[in-house]
C-alpha cells in the first residue's frame, strides 16, 4: 500500500468506519479526519478511534488529504463531489462506495471537471445486518470483492492508490467498465432484491396476511431477508441503475414464464431439468466461492 | 401420547428416520417396523437403531401397526396408501408428511376407501440441508410447527392420536382444511422456491454466467438457497399444488409489475413507500417468531 497521510472519509458509517479502520491498521501513521452530516456520528466516530478530527464540510475534511473515501448513498455522492472539487490538492485521490457506476461516473465527470482523472469509481461487495460507525470493523473487507470501474482517462497511479488500499484491507480487486459493472449487479444484486421486496409486499397487502407469515419457515425467511435492507438506499440504486434493471426485470419475467408454462401443461420432466440445471449451477458456484475463500 | 405399540414408517429418510427416533424417545416400548425402497437405506435405519426391524414391503410394515407414517415424495404416496389399505388393521391410524394436501386427500379417500375414516393428513414444516437416514435426528420437529388437514369424516380419536405423536416429538400443531393449506403454502413456500430456481436458471444459461455468479455475494446465496432444494420434490410440489401455485404466480406477476412501473417512471417516494411497508412487515414478522420460539 502506498503511504497515505491524510485519509479523508466523507461518510463515517460501517463502509467509511470499517475502511477507515483497515487503513490505520496498515499503516499506523495514517491522519484520517472524517466528515458526516450527522455530528453524533462523528462524535461517536472519535470516541472509537476510527477517525481522529472531525471536519466541518466534506470540503474541509479533502483539504489536507492525499485520499478522500465518499462513503454516502449513492444519490449523495454528486453533491458531495462538487463540495470538495475546490478543495483538493493537486495530487489528492478521490475514490467512492456507491453500489451503481455509470451514474456516479456521469456526476463525478460533471462535478470534478478536470479532477475528473483522479477520480477511481469503486463498489466494495460487503456489508453487516446492522449499519452504522459502531458496527464498523477493520476486518470487514477481508475476503469481500471491489469492484473499480476506471475510464479511459483515469490516472493509473490513482487507480494504483486506491487498489493497493483495498488490498491492505485484505479484499479482492477486480476492473470493469462502469456499464458492465452496473448490468452485472443488475442481476445478481439489485434484482433480485426487488424480487424479495416484491414478494412480502404483495404477502403484506392480503386480508390473511397474518396465516400466511404465520405459515412462513426458514426458506421464507433466507429468500427475504435482502427485503430487510434499508429502502432509501436500494430505492436509490433502483433508480440509478434503472435501465439495466428494468432489462433484467423484463428478461426474468420471460424465465419464469416458461416455468409457468411447464407447470400449466403439467410437463414434469422439462419442469425437473430446468430446476436440476439450475440446483446444479448454484452448486458450483458454491463450492467455486468455497475454493476461493480457503485460497486466501 | 397415546401408546403406540407398533409404528410402521413408510419411507426412512430424513423425515421418517427423525420421526420414529422422537416416537421412540417419547416411549421405550414401541416397536418401529421400517419399509423402503432402498435396501442401504432400511439396513443403516438398523444399524442406527432407528427402526428395530424391516418389512419387505409397505403392505408388510403396515400389518401389525397401531400407526402408519408415510413419509416418501408426495407423488407416491398414493401408491403407499394402495398397498397398505387391504392389510391395516381396524382401528390403525395412517399419516403423511407430503408437502401438498388437497391432491393426497383426493387420492386417499379413492385408495383408502373405507378407511379413508382413519387417515389423518399431516405436514411438517421441518428440515435440514442434508437428506437420508443417516441425517435423522430426534429434535428435527421440536419448536416446528406441524399442519394437519382432516376431513369433516376423519375419526376425531385418530386425529388425537397424531396430534399426540406431533406434540410429543416438539411440534406445534395446526389444523387447517386442505386447500387452505395449499393456498398458504403456494405463497410462502412453493412460489418462493419456483422464483428462487427460476433466477438461477436465468443467470445460469446467460454467456457471461461465470462473470455474473463471479460477483455474486451473500444476499443472492441466502436468496437462492431454496433453489438448492430437490428437483423432483419441488417439480411434484408445483404439479400437485398447480392452481394455487399459478394463482400465486399471477398475482406476484402484478405487483413485480407496479414496482416495475414505479421504477420505469422515477417515482422515488412511492417506490421507497412500498419497500418501507415490506421490511416493516417482514421485520414484524421475524419478531414474532422470535417470541413464539422464546416461549416454549
Given at each position: 500500500m502506498r503511504r497515505i497521510k491524510t485519509l479523508a472519509v466523507v461518510g463515517v458509517g460501517l463502509i467509511g468506519g470499517s475502511f477507515a479502520q483497515a487503513i490505520k491498521r496498515a499503516d499506523a501513521g495514517t491522519t484520517v479526519v472524517g466528515h458526516d452530516r450527522d455530528p453524533r456520528a462523528l462524535e461517536r466516530a472519535i470516541e472509537l478511534g476510527i477517525i481522529d478530527t472531525a471536519a466541518e464540510s466534506a470540503s474541509d475534511a479533502a483539504r489536507q488529504a492525499d485520499l478522500v473515501f465518499v462513503a454516502v448513498p449513492v444519490r449523495q455522492i454528486g453533491g458531495v463531489l462538487r463540495d470538495i472539487s475546490a478543495s483538493l490538492g493537486a495530487e489528492a485521490v478521490v475514490t467512492d462506495a456507491g453500489s451503481t457506476k455509470a451514474e456516479v461516473v456521469r456526476i463525478a465527470r460533471d462535478s470534478l471537471k478536470?479532477?475528473?482523472?483522479?477520480f477511481v469509481p469503486g463498489h466494495p461487495i460487503a456489508g453487516r445486518e446492522s449499519s452504522g460507525?459502531?458496527?464498523?470493523?477493520?476486518?470487514?473487507?477481508?475476503g469481500a470483492r471491489v469492484v473499480l470501474t476506471p475510464s479511459p482517462e483515469t490516472a493509473p497511479d490513482a487507480i494504483e492508490i486506491v487498489r493497493g488500499c483495498w488490498e491492505a484491507a485484505g479484499a479482492r480487486v477486480a476492473q470493469v467498465a462502469p456499464e458492465t459493472h452496473d448490468q452485472i449487479f443488475a442481476a445478481v444484486s439489485h434484482l433480485p432484491h426487488l424480487l424479495a421486496f416484491a414478494l412480502v409486499s404483495e404477502i403484506a397487502a392480503r386480508d390473511n396476511a397474518q396465516d400466511l407469515f404465520g405459515f412462513a419457515a426458514g426458506g421464507f425467511r433466507d429468500f427475504t431477508?435482502?427485503?430487510?435492507?434499508s429502502p432509501e438506499m436500494w430505492r436509490d440504486i433502483a433508480l440509478q441503475n434503472r435501465d439495466a434493471l428494468l432489462w433484467e426485470l423484463d428478461q426474468y419475467g420471460t424465465r419464469l414464464a416458461v416455468f409457468r408454462e411447464l407447470i400449466e401443461r403439467g410437463d414434469g420432466p422439462a419442469l425437473e431439468r430446468l430446476m436440476r440445471e439450475a440446483r446444479g449451477a448454484r452448486a458450483s458456484w458454491i463450492a467455486s466461492t468455497r475454493r476461493s475463500a480457503s485460497s486466501e
Open positions: 478536470d479532477r475528473f482523472a483522479r460507525v459502531d458496527s464498523a470493523i477493520p476486518d470487514l473487507f477481508r431477508r435482502i427485503a430487510g435492507s
